[in-house]
């Protein structure tokens, strides 16, 4: 059974510093999602993750893959306000067709 | 927002009703997926539907049924609902493992 576990689940961080989320992951994969989550919102896809080393950038978040170590990454570079959401990772495994499996979510705060 | 709209948006009832969530899409993907999401477990499966008439259970199944008799439509159906079935249901859609993208969700009290 695939589990993802995501960490830290609460993060409050002043404007302008960097941090990162991290997403951990039990089984063998071939892809990863990073969605955000406005309170009271639908999920929003921010970036598609399908191979090793893969690496994608918009704005001020960097996500990553590192499938030998099974472990995303989710970088936060001078976190603005606008930040503050809940971000979540999905993990499809090899075996789950086009299933996919959820963490449970990190809270950002940006304060001012 | 992509082409997904989820009916009703708000729903009360009382313990042991029926009741029926309704995705609809106008994007003509084939996959079809409920979610629930509770604080604590983030978002997990139900059920998803992979063509008309095709579906097959998620990882929290017990008590839901669906039916897809149309592309564009996923039924989702509480039997029976219960007090632990108080949640925020979701849709997803998805061209098999592209992106799934989500629906406005339906939050549900059961009384």
């Known amino acids: 059974e695939l589990k993802v576990e995501q960490n830290p689940l609460f993060l409050s961080m002043q404007e302008g510093k960097n941090y990162t989320i991290y997403c951990n992951y039990s089984?063998?994969?071939?892809?990863l999602y990073w969605y955000r989550q406005d309170p009271g919102k639908s999920l929003e896809s921010l970036f598609v993750?399908?191979?090793?080393?893969a690496v994608k950038q918009e704005g001020r978040l960097m996500a990553s893959l590192d499938t030998k170590a099974r472990l995303s990454t989710l970088h936060i570079t001078a976190a603005v306000h606008d930040l503050s959401a809940t971000y979540f990772c999905?993990?499809?495994?090899?075996?789950?067709?086009?299933?996919?499996?959820f963490g449970e979510g990190t809270q950002l705060t940006v304060n001012p | 927002d992509a082409g997904i709209t989820q009916s009703p948006r708000h729903k009360v009832t009382e313990t042991g009703t029926p009741v029926t969530l309704r995705c609809h899409q106008t994007?003509?993907?084939?996959?079809m997926y409920w979610y629930r999401q509770d604080p604590g477990h983030g978002l997990r499966l139900i059920h998803y539907s992979y063509g008309v008439k095709d579906t097959d259970k998620g990882e929290v199944s017990d008590g839901y049924s669906v039916s897809r008799s149309k592309t564009e439509d996923f039924l989702l159906t509480l039997e029976s609902a219960t007090s632990s079935q108080t949640s925020v249901y979701f849709c997803?859609?998805?061209?098999?493992?592209?992106?799934?993208?989500f629906g406005p969700g339906t939050r549900l009290t059961v009384l």
């Open positions: 993750l399908l191979s090793n080393g």
């Open positions: 994007e003509n993907h084939r996959y």
């Open positions: 997803a859609i998805s061209q098999g493992i592209d992106t799934q993208y």
């Open positions: 999905a993990v499809g495994g090899e075996t789950s067709g086009s299933r996919l499996t």
């Open positions: 089984t063998t994969s071939d892809r």
